[in-house]
């Protein structure tokens, strides 16, 4: 799995006329699960029904550049659910294909990306399109690491879940997460990575309800081997 996610990441680079020893990157994939309920439905009638959401799904996430400190980031989150409450279906999608990472240490990063989103509940959370301006924080080795997440998005249509995020006002939908992860961390080939499980919070601003929770998962992470500058 760790090969594939490298291989799908680093495959526009491969097209490039340069020799792939100049290049430096890393990619990190979550597994993950999340459950939310209603913590406060004040805005409720701004057009949402729902009152406890699960999701579970995947992000792959990576950066790639000839700098070994700063390069060009992408992403793909996808996680599929349901409202518990009114049994309507949940979807979640998103893809980042413009943004910037900074490698920090052997493995981490912060990465701040942007791109569109199409997110939904049947029957309680209208579809709409969204325009998501996300960051992500992976810092830590060896046993302990830090996930953060915080996206910001901004609602293309669907009138009834614009202005949404009281939090952001220059947003219409907020999501974050925060988690610790468990694990260890090793060098296969001189190739830095790690995994382990790791238990988090949730927090959502989506069509006028506050949502909370919990979020459990695994993380895979790997970059290539960090080069001394020239």
Same mark, same amino acid.
């Given at each position: 799995?760790?090969?594939?996610?490298?291989?799908?990441?680093?495959?526009?680079?491969?097209? @490039?006329?340069?020799?792939?020893?100049?290049?430096?990157?890393?990619?990190?994939?979550?597994? @993950?699960?999340? %459950?939310?309920?209603?913590?406060?439905?004040?805005?409720?009638? /701004?057009?949402?029904?729902?009152?406890? *959401?699960?999701?579970?799904?995947?992000?792959?996430?990576?950066?790639?550049?000839?700098? /070994?400190?700063?390069?060009?980031?992408? %992403?793909?989150?996808?996680? *599929?659910?349901?409202?518990?409450?009114?049994?309507?279906?949940?979807?979640?999608? +998103?893809?980042?294909?413009? #943004? =910037?990472?900074?490698?920090?240490?052997?493995? %981490? =990063?912060?990465?701040? !990306?942007?791109?569109?989103?199409?997110?939904?509940?049947?029957?309680?959370?209208?579809? &709409?399109? &969204?325009?998501?301006?996300?960051?992500?924080? @992976?810092? %830590?080795?060896?046993?302990?690491?830090?996930?953060?997440?915080?996206?910001?998005?901004?609602? &293309?249509?669907?009138? !009834?879940?614009?202005?949404?995020?009281?939090?952001?006002?220059? &947003?219409?939908?907020?999501?974050?997460?925060?988690?610790?992860?468990?694990?260890?961390?090793?060098?296969?080939? #001189?190739?830095? /990575?790690?995994?382990?499980?790791? *238990? !988090?919070?949730?927090?959502?601003?989506?069509? !006028?309800?506050?949502? +909370?929770?919990?979020?459990?998962?695994?993380?895979?992470?790997?970059?290539?081997?960090?080069?001394?500058?020239?």
């Amino acid at each position: 799995m760790k090969a594939l996610a490298v291989t799908l990441l680093l495959a526009p680079v491969l097209a @490039e006329a340069r020799p792939f020893d100049e290049f430096q990157g890393g990619s990190w994939l979550h597994y @993950e699960l999340t %459950g939310l309920t209603d913590v406060d439905d004040t805005m409720r009638g /701004s057009g949402t029904d729902a009152k406890q *959401l699960v999701l579970a799904g995947a992000r792959l996430h990576g950066f790639v550049g000839t700098n /070994s400190t700063i390069g060009y980031h992408i %992403g793909f989150d996808l996680a *599929l659910g349901g409202t518990i409450n009114s049994g309507g279906f949940a979807y979640d999608v +998103a893809l980042f294909p413009v #943004g =910037v990472g900074v490698r920090v240490g052997r493995t %981490g =990063v912060i990465a701040l !990306g942007a791109g569109v989103q199409a997110i939904g509940a049947t029957s309680t959370i209208d579809d &709409a399109i &969204a325009l998501p301006l996300e960051l992500n924080i @992976e810092v %830590g080795g060896g046993r302990i690491r830090l996930l953060a997440r915080a996206r910001a998005s901004y609602i &293309a249509g669907a009138a !009834g879940r614009q202005s949404a995020a009281p939090s952001v006002p220059f &947003a219409d939908e907020l999501d974050a997460t925060v988690g610790v992860r468990l694990g260890r961390h090793y060098e296969d080939y #001189g190739f830095p /990575s790690g995994n382990g499980y790791f *238990l !988090g919070a949730s927090y959502r601003e989506l069509a !006028g309800t506050r949502f +909370a929770g919990v979020v459990i998962g695994y993380s895979i992470d790997m970059a290539t081997p960090r080069k001394p500058r020239r």
